[in-house]
């Protein structure tokens, strides 16, 4: 069994909607997004989590004045996968009720 998957992307990269959907049916078949190469090949890796939520949004962390920003992204529970340009690409876990329990 393959361990990594490369796909050209099936979306503009302005469809930030259409791309998470689409990162979280990978997610949903076992497929988690590593990293993305020139805005249109991504590579997936094998993962037993099939409760990945994908969140995109375009800023440039290089600015300082975005510092707060991205901290609030990471302490809300985002983990930057992958920054395109001024896209950047977050994963979290899918929150469940049976989490809270």
């Not at 590593?34 to 994908?54: N, W």
Request: net charge negative.
């Amino acid at each position: 069994m393959r361990n990594t998957k490369r796909e050209l992307n099936p979306y503009s990269f302005y469809d930030t909607e259409g791309l998470a959907r689409h990162f979280e049916r990978m997610a949903a078949e076992g497929w988690a997004l590593e990293r993305v190469h020139s805005g249109v090949l991504a590579r997936f890796r094998r993962t037993d989590r099939t409760d990945l939520r994908y969140f995109l949004d375009w800023t440039d962390a290089t600015k300082p004045e975005e510092h707060d920003y991205l901290q609030l992204c990471t302490e809300a529970g985002w983990e930057l996968v992958e920054t395109v340009g001024y896209l950047n690409i977050y994963a979290c876990l899918l929150y469940t009720s049976d989490a809270a329990d």
